[in-house]
């Protein structure tokens, strides 16, 4: 059975994109295509349609990752049933996905940073430009999750 992941943030067009094909990436690199199924979505309807913003963009391709043909999409109720982590970036992303599901009744919303040793809440590049930190808050955040998922299946 496949571990069904879903990132999100307020717009889906920065940093639960970059997780979303990091961890793509990460999976790949360990050939473990087969047991994850990963997507990403917006708590807003602002950028519904958009591509990924283009510094976010160029940040993951410095790695030689492509979200070729990723375009901003907003979270639904029924994603609740459809994943089984759904995995917000910041404080402000965990309260709206709970209001959006109506609550996290099996535990399920997490924020990404706190899967790592650094609990708390991934910098916005859409504030401070800085993609370098959200990199690498995402790029350990990821890496964390799929530690837990190949340690507790």
Same mark, same amino acid.
């Given at each position: 059975?496949?571990?069904? @992941?879903?990132?999100?943030?307020? !717009?889906?067009?920065?940093?639960?994109?970059?997780?979303?094909?990091?961890?793509?990436?990460?999976?790949?690199?360990? *050939?473990?295509?087969?047991?994850?199924?990963?997507?990403?979505?917006?708590?807003?309807?602002?950028?519904? /349609?958009?591509?990924?913003?283009?510094?976010?963009?160029?940040?993951?391709?410095?790695?030689?990752?492509?979200?070729? *043909?990723?375009?901003?999409?907003?979270?639904?109720?029924?994603?609740?049933?459809?994943?089984?982590?759904?995995? *917000?970036?910041?404080?402000?992303? @965990?309260?709206?996905?709970?209001? @959006?599901? /109506?609550?996290?009744?099996? !535990?399920?919303?997490?924020?990404?940073?706190?899967?790592?040793?650094?609990?708390? =809440?991934?910098? =916005?590049?859409?504030?401070?430009?800085?993609?370098?930190?959200?990199?690498?808050?995402?790029?350990?955040?990821?890496?964390? @999750?799929?530690?837990?998922?190949?340690?507790?299946?």
């Amino acid at each position: 059975m496949k571990k069904r @992941i879903l990132f999100v943030c307020h !717009g889906n067009i920065c940093r639960s994109p970059m997780a979303e094909f990091v961890m793509k990436d990460l999976v790949s690199k360990a *050939g473990l295509e087969d047991s994850f199924y990963i997507e990403s979505a917006a708590t807003s309807t602002e950028e519904i /349609g958009n591509p990924v913003y283009p510094p976010a963009r160029r940040k993951l391709a410095e790695h030689g990752i492509s979200c070729q *043909g990723k375009s901003a999409r907003q979270m639904r109720d029924s994603d609740y049933d459809r994943f089984d982590l759904l995995v *917000g970036m910041d404080t402000w992303n @965990i309260r709206n996905m709970q209001r @959006i599901c /109506g609550g996290d009744p099996d !535990g399920k919303i997490v924020k990404l940073m706190d899967f790592t040793r650094r609990p708390g =809440d991934v910098a =916005d590049p859409w504030y401070s430009d800085d993609f370098e930190t959200t990199w690498r808050d995402v790029l350990e955040g990821c890496k964390s @999750i799929l530690d837990s998922c190949i340690s507790n299946p």
